[in-house]
């Protein structure tokens, strides 16, 4: 667990490499936005890398623990723990705005970084243990076998990550001006989870042939 003040110095961070990226955001900046000195950032965190690590480690905890939670859940369908899933995934993104602004442009960039190894561990992590969910749903006769589970998850990846890049086209095509950004996030969220759920019953189900 963290304590206040490597949260407050975690957020900070998060903050600046949102706006400046990871690369363009040196120790000294994180220290003097936080209003701390770069030795507490040190003694708390040690370097800037393991700074970057802490963030991510908290901003990705427990999906794995959901998983399996899901696994063992049987008053559930596996379509229906799938669509837990997708609402999980958008909720967080919504959540942590900042966080996955910062994953985008780090994997938009190409380049071997820090936050692009941590970013390939994590899919790996999600790619497998999403796949014993998918194995449970083709045990059970529910799942069409064979679905690409890494095509499946860039699909909703992209998906939200465009909804934010474009998220103000979306507005005004769908003339939402009159709506607040609160009512907006809402609207937009739903309608998010909402799309890629149908396409993800139509790849995994055999309602599609």
């Not at 999906?63 to 049987?74: A, G, N, Q, T, Y």
């Not at 979306?170 to 939402?176: G, I, P, S, T």
């Amino acid at each position: 667990m963290f304590n206040d003040k490597q949260l407050q110095i975690m957020g900070t961070a998060e903050d600046l490499f949102a706006q400046k990226g990871f690369d363009g955001t040196s120790v000294r900046d994180i220290a003097e936005a936080a209003g701390v000195n770069i030795a507490m950032i040190s003694y708390y965190f040690g370097s800037k890398d393991k700074l970057m690590q802490a963030l991510f480690e908290t901003r990705t905890a427990n999906v794995r623990m959901r998983v399996e939670s899901l696994l063992k859940d049987e008053r559930l369908e596996p379509l229906e723990k799938m669509y837990v899933l997708i609402d999980d995934y958008v909720e967080r993104a919504f959540k942590n705005q900042q966080f996955y602004k910062i994953m985008i442009c780090e994997q938009v960039m190409e380049k071997q970084s820090l936050v692009t190894d941590l970013m390939k561990e994590l899919k790996l992590k999600n790619a497998e243990t999403i796949s014993l969910l998918i194995q449970n749903g083709e045990e059970r006769g529910v799942f069409r076998k064979g679905v690409d589970v890494v095509l499946m998850m860039q699909t909703m990846i992209g998906t939200i990550s465009h909804a934010f890049i474009n998220k103000k086209f979306y507005r005004a095509f769908h003339h939402l001006e009159h709506l607040d950004d609160t009512s907006f996030h809402q609207t937009l969220k739903q309608k998010i989870s909402d799309h890629i759920k149908y396409i993800f019953k139509a790849l995994l189900t055999y309602e599609a042939s």
